[in-house]
């Protein structure tokens, strides 16, 4: 490629996917310092070919997970779930992660935040302007202009408000808005926004509970329907898919779970799908109490028609609990139940968290 054009070489370079790209900056200085160039970075990010991967979260260290689904519809055959190794992040321990164009915001162990891009092997920690604390909670997106992407952080405090930091000024703000919500699920990240489930309690019962989400432009909480009724006690979860779709998960205290997608997010229009809607009652063995807790992850795939919901066994609550439990997969369909162990965790580090991952030269 040497005797091609410049403009030709970073044209076809800027459409082999980032993981490509990333085992040939060795070979090349020119091409390691193009794949620097945060100009190139933002070309590749939207001319480039989207890998759709799996980060597991484990033992408070991320891990890569290979997933073939192929035959699955075929009842002789077994879906292949591997744990292939861990992503090179060495001495962090995550509790928490949020995907967001090829980023991936964590939550250590100590409540710090930090954004880190596995394929670049770049990392950011933010200073607060006060000490973080056990009980701030946080999202990360960004508000899309002139086109650039100016990520933001936010920071909801019980004690202190709420405030947001901006990477591209490297400085906080503190907001003049509320949060008048009890955020009960992990966050996911769609398009630049924040989405949460969240409960709203008055007199210290829950009044309501609903689809929240953050708007990083407006810098303004919105709360949104969902298509279904539920309560504190159901169990709710949130996924992104092929980052331009939000999937929720219910599963009520009957083993009746349900999944709906939505195609676009718009304040007025209403498009979620049903995806699937199952009796776990019927799928497993008589007298199995298998409930999903507001720790579960999951993921849809739309080619294959199943959904993916990573679950152990494990009870806080129980007075005999296990450390060590079994990594459990739960692959669902409306004819498909399957069960797959990948492992084991000790939950004395993390929940076996799952999350979609899009790899990416983005520069934080």
Not at 19 to 43: H, M, V
Not at 88 to 114: A, E, R, W, Y
Not at 332 to 352: A, H, L, M, N, T
């Amino acid at each position: 490629m040497s005797d091609l054009p410049k403009d030709l070489v970073e044209e076809i370079l800027s459409r082999l996917p980032a993981t490509t790209l990333k085992r040939l900056r060795s070979t090349c200085k020119l091409w390691n310092s193009l794949f620097k160039d945060e100009g190139f970075a933002r070309k590749h990010f939207e001319k480039a070919a989207r890998q759709d991967l799996v980060v597991m979260l484990k033992d408070s260290r991320a891990h890569s997970v290979s997933v073939n689904l192929r035959g699955i519809h075929n009842n002789n055959f077994d879906p292949c779930i591997k744990d292939i190794g861990e992503l090179s992040l060495s001495q962090v321990d995550i509790n928490k992660m949020v995907h967001c164009n090829g980023l991936l915001f964590c939550i250590t162990k100590d409540n710090i935040p930090m954004v880190w891009n596995p394929c670049t092997g770049e990392t950011k920690w933010v200073e607060p302007r006060r000490v973080y604390d056990k009980s701030d909670r946080f999202a990360f997106g960004y508000e899309y202009k002139k086109s650039c992407y100016n990520y933001k952080m936010l920071r909801i405090q019980d004690a202190h408000g709420i405030e947001i930091y901006e990477f591209n000024s490297n400085s906080w703000r503190v907001l003049d808005v509320t949060c008048d919500w009890c955020i009960i699920t992990h966050a996911v990240s769609l398009e630049g926004n924040a989405y949460w489930f969240a409960s709203e309690y008055k007199e210290g019962t829950v009044h309501n509970s609903c689809l929240v989400s953050f708007d990083f432009s407006k810098e303004i909480f919105e709360a949104m329907d969902v298509p279904f009724q539920f309560n504190g006690e159901d169990i709710v979860a949130l996924s992104v898919t092929r980052e331009n779709k939000l999937a929720v998960l219910m599963q009520r205290w009957a083993l009746e779970m349900e999944i709906w997608v939505r195609d676009k997010i718009e304040p007025n229009a209403v498009s979620w799908n049903q995806f699937v809607e199952v009796d776990m009652g019927l799928k497993l063995p008589a007298g199995t109490d298998n409930m999903f807790s507001f720790n579960t992850t999951f993921s849809i795939d739309e080619d294959y028609k199943v959904a993916m919901v990573w679950h152990t066994d494990h009870d806080e609550g129980a007075e005999s609990r296990k450390w060590i439990e079994d990594i459990k997969i739960f692959i669902i369909g409306e004819d498909i139940y399957r069960e797959i162990v990948i492992g084991k965790i000790d939950f004395r580090y993390s929940y076996p968290l799952m999350y979609n991952y899009v790899p990416s030269l983005v520069q934080i």
